[in-house]
DNA sequence: GAGTATACTGACCCTTTGGTCATTTTACTG
DNA sequence: CAGTAAAATGACCAAAGGGTCAGTATACTC
């Protein structure tokens, strides 16, 4: 566990429970949202006793941390990978889509608990908005570069990169929510195709309609709109 | 209440009631989300005790379904009405975008208690797909039709109109979620006018780049992926 | 195998909160 | 203004669940 030294008979325990509870607690979170599981559920599904929870983890709060740190870090790491793999800007957007679709309908519970995590920043008064403002830059900074780099080499058209990564970054987060909750079949790699197909479109260089001013309605909120209330 | 014979003082009474209930619920679902909220605080925020609220809602249920309904009703009134004054398709996106980002904006408690329900719904165990799914449907009929209209009109390229609409919908909603959390000033008409114009240029006609086929990953997901678990 | 350290357990405590209802307040009627 | 109906109140109840800790089991040591 620390340094590099042989582990010890309780590191071993340590991270064999910590894995088990962080599992479980994926699970659990995943299903019942945040308020509706309970320690009692987590511990018993992760084959301890509640108290035991209380060994590893301070708190519901920790552990629920925990198990999205988790996912979000194993997210990232493959998100990059596939980026990092792709040999021009249009690989690389359909890699990013491809790599998280994959990841998280193969971690459907994470996925949920991802979905109910970003719900409560927008829900929640707390201002942890530094915490998640780090979190989806993480997740955007590696695909934003590729953009930048596509518009600065004259490869797509002029856009702003972040806005072009927030916008297929919601779009395959809307793409794997309905896959998640499609009772029907739904078929992925269709819905993937499409999505960096318009995307691409709406990026490639061609005669860009250059914004077109939009009238009367949107003008109005040309102002900064900070976290004001209604 | 009934009918059409003139109010009786009762009448008045829960009107006034219900409305005040279904602002102060708003408000309160809105910052503390469904678990936070207490029955308490709602009747507070509308000034009343505890028990008056359970004479005229029969539980925290069905307070919550009654507000959120409410604000969805007014959404999608102003949605299609919105749609319906577009002469033209990329009118009709810009009118969705618009009149969509602008009612959130203007509720922003509403729009924290609507993404809550869209993460509950992928959370939550129990299969209420069926009512989400009108919600999203009823949402989204409109501009779907008119997409459709587009596509057989030939006014833009071959797409699937729903997967078109469904995309412009999760564009939509992330542009105001990140307006509401933003701490610095957002610009809003700005990133309204990116997001018709990225869509717009990727739906126009134009040398279609067709789904290029994507090697790899995405094709293995080709099954119909339904609602199983990780 | 006695002794000790480590790991685990679950009954218990305490707070929170959805929902109820006996009682009180307010408004209306004749 | 007495009598009655409608409306509102908040103390109260019961369930639920986060967290604790005295006690027990397991494993390791000599």
Do not use: C
Not at 149 to 172: K, Y
């Amino acid at each position: 566990m620390h340094g590099h030294r042989r582990p010890t008979r309780t590191d071993v325990i340590t991270e064999y429970r910590r894995d088990a509870l962080l599992q479980a607690a994926t699970r659990v979170f995943g299903k019942y949202g945040f308020d509706g599981a309970t320690m009692e559920h987590i511990a018993r599904e992760a084959d301890v006793a509640k108290g035991t929870t209380y060994l590893y983890y301070r708190s519901k709060q920790a552990i629920y941390h925990a198990a999205l740190s988790r996912g979000l870090a194993e997210l990232d790491q493959r998100t990059h990978a596939a980026i990092d793999r792709a040999p021009n800007l249009d690989d690389a957007i359909a890699a990013f889509v491809t790599a998280r679709a994959e990841y998280f309908l193969e971690h459907r519970d994470f996925f949920r608990m991802y979905v109910a995590a970003i719900s409560r920043q927008i829900t929640s008064v707390k201002p942890r908005a530094s915490e998640f403002q780090a979190m989806v830059d993480r997740q955007t900074r590696r695909l934003e570069g590729a953009i930048a780099r596509g518009v600065s080499r004259g490869e797509i058209r002029q856009v702003d990169p972040a806005a072009a990564t927030l916008a297929i970054f919601d779009l395959t987060r809307g793409l794997v929510a309905r896959a998640i909750v499609a009772t029907k079949a739904f078929d992925v790699a269709s819905e993937v195709a499409f999505v960096t197909s318009l995307v691409w479109t709406g990026l490639k260089k061609g005669k860009a309609p250059a914004a077109r001013a939009r009238r009367g309605a949107a003008e109005r909120e040309r102002a900064g709109v900070g976290p004001r209330e209604q």
